[in-house]
């Protein structure tokens, strides 16, 4: 049996001289057309690794990715969901804090405008007082 080019490699299949096998096709004889795993370096080896690769068995490998590949954008479109559900919620307490600096704000001021105002009145009462003690010791 005749083997020909290297079409792709395999991680899961290694060869006795150690290397990673490749997917080759057989180019002669009865079985032409059938891939299998041989070694990279024919026909430069001793090794004979040999191992056919069944169709089906490929078929049900590329679904079971397909399958898997489909589990995780399930999953990726999910947390995307959370993630973006959690933005709004953020965004939401972020305007919540924000009106609330802005009423501390307004309150802050209003207290403010309130104590000077305190403070004008004390002002205005000592210098009053002050006035009423000059007259009273002026006429007496």
Sequence with gaps: MSQGSVNSTNSKVRCSCGRIAVVRTVRNG?????????????????????????????VEDLQLKLLERDTTIAELEMIQKFNEDKIKELKKEKKSLVDEVETLKTEMWQQKLS??????????????????????????
Excluded: E, H, R
């Design 30 to 58: 009865s079985n032409v057309g059938t891939k299998f795993y041989g070694c990279p370096m024919w026909p430069n080896t001793s090794c004979q690794l040999f191992v056919p690769i069944d169709d089906k068995n490929v």
């Design 115 to 140: 104590s000077t105002k305190q403070y004008t009145n004390q002002k205005n009462m000592s210098m009053a007082l002050f006035i009423a003690l000059i007259v009273v010791v002026i006429f007496m």
